[in-house]
Nanobody
Framework: QVQLVESGGGLVQPGGSLRLSCATS????????MRWYRQATGQQRELVAT???????HYADFVKGRFTVSRDKAKNTLYLQMNDLKPEDTAVYYC?????????WGQGTQVTVSS
């Protein structure tokens, strides 16, 4: 069964760091297109980071240089390392992957950046 389950969100002060995890099952860790999105309250969901062909990374301008997406095949887990967090990074973060002609989503994890 294909599943994506995010964890690692929480409350952090501005300038702090968090690492989000997306635990996968059903083989989806081998997807050639895995992504992190976020959605702030009242806003549209936006793309944060993409891992293409299991090694090439792309980032939205607003996180470039601060966030890093990575994958651990042995742990079937996708990560998003977030550094120098800002209040505007507050959102629910979702992982997503395209696998066998379908797009799968996790349930999301809340990240709140506040002093």
């Amino acid at each position: 069964q294909v599943q994506l389950v995010e964890s690692g969100g929480g409350l952090v002060q501005p300038g702090g760091s968090l690492r989000l995890s997306c635990a996968t099952s059903g083989g989806i860790i081998d997807s050639n297109n895995m992504r992190w999105y976020r959605q702030a309250t009242g806003q549209q969901r936006e793309l944060v980071a993409t891992l293409v062909n299991r090694r090439n990374t792309h980032y939205a301008d607003f996180v470039k240089g601060r966030f890093t997406v990575s994958r651990d095949k042995a742990k079937n887990t996708l990560y998003l390392q977030m550094n120098d967090l800002k209040p505007e990074d507050t959102a629910v973060y979702y992982c997503s992957a395209f696998w066998i002609w379908q797009t799968y989503w996790g349930q999301g994890t809340q990240v709140t950046v506040s002093s």
